[in-house]
């Protein structure tokens, strides 16, 4: 875990962390802790431009970085990101996540989100549920731990069901700020979308189906 330092100390933090640290962040689940300012490289120690241009290998290069990301992470999100496979293009989160994935799971909201992810038709892996609250009464906790997520595995896309949640993302990463270029979409809390009919329903989620998850 990295900590944020003070206010009254903003030289010791890297540009890009100073925002969510005027945010009232007080710390990151990094590994490793916060990353050294970068440093000019002699030509000597540049790649050739043979190994600059090589093509990575088919096989999943994000898997180590992310188990190596994941270890700080308290539960539920420690147990979810072990798990991955691949890194996610999208992260869908909402208030009642967390408790869906802590033994208190909906049967029609687990319905609903199958019912949301076949009309999708996202490739495996595409998508990640993580949540952006915690049942155990500890909201900075969990709005560090999402924060992090979404920079540990660099998606551009936060699909946020209901106002809880997208105020949330829409606080930490707000447009136009120089922050990292994820956008966040707005979308009705799954209490709205419970019982409505399919072309309903598809009508709603149409903005998650025209992107383009590259």
Same mark, same amino acid.
């Given at each position: 875990?990295?900590?944020?330092? $003070? @206010?009254?100390?903003?030289?010791?933090?890297?540009?890009?962390?100073?925002?969510?640290?005027?945010?009232?962040?007080?710390?990151? /689940?990094?590994?490793?802790?916060?990353?050294?300012?970068?440093?000019?490289?002699?030509?000597?120690?540049?790649? $050739?431009?043979?190994?600059?241009?090589?093509?990575?290998? $088919?096989?999943?290069?994000?898997?180590?970085?992310?188990?190596?990301?994941?270890?700080?992470?308290?539960?539920?999100?420690?147990? +979810?990101?072990?798990?991955?496979?691949?890194?996610?293009?999208?992260?869908?989160?909402?208030? $009642?996540?967390?408790?869906?994935?802590?033994?208190?799971?909906?049967?029609?909201?687990?319905?609903? /989100?199958?019912? +949301?992810?076949?009309?999708?038709?996202?490739?495996?892996?595409?998508?990640?549920?993580?949540?952006?609250?915690?049942? /155990?009464?500890?909201?900075?906790?969990?709005?560090?731990? /999402?924060?992090?997520?979404?920079?540990? @595995?660099?998606?551009?896309?936060?699909?946020? @069901?209901?106002?809880?949640?997208?105020?949330?993302?829409?606080?930490? @990463?707000?447009?136009?700020?120089?922050?990292?270029?994820?956008?966040?979409?707005?979308?009705?809390?799954?209490?709205?979308?419970?019982?409505?009919?399919?072309?309903?329903?598809?009508?709603?989620?149409?903005?998650?189906?025209?992107?383009?998850?590259?």
């Amino acid at each position: 875990m990295a900590r944020l330092g $003070s @206010f009254a100390a903003p030289v010791d933090l890297p540009e890009a962390m100073r925002p969510w640290r005027a945010a009232g962040l007080d710390a990151l /689940f990094l590994p490793g802790g916060l990353p050294e300012p970068a440093q000019e490289q002699p030509a000597s120690a540049l790649p $050739s431009s043979a190994a600059a241009n090589k093509v990575p290998s $088919s096989e999943p290069s994000a898997i180590p970085a992310l188990a190596v990301a994941c270890g700080d992470w308290p539960e539920p999100w420690q147990g +979810i990101a072990v798990r991955l496979r691949a890194a996610p293009k999208i992260i869908i989160t909402y208030a $009642s996540l967390t408790a869906d994935v802590t033994g208190a799971a909906d049967p029609a909201r687990r319905k609903l /989100f199958h019912s +949301i992810l076949s009309y999708l038709g996202w490739p495996q892996g595409t998508s990640l549920f993580w949540p952006c609250t915690d049942a /155990f009464g500890a909201p900075k906790v969990a709005r560090n731990v /999402f924060l992090n997520g979404v920079l540990s @595995f660099a998606v551009q896309h936060i699909a946020c @069901f209901g106002p809880e949640a997208a105020a949330l993302a829409q606080a930490l @990463f707000p447009p136009g700020e120089g922050l990292p270029a994820v956008q966040v979409h707005a979308l009705p809390a799954p209490e709205a979308l419970l019982g409505l009919l399919p072309h309903e329903l598809h009508r709603a989620v149409a903005a998650l189906k025209a992107l383009r998850l590259e």
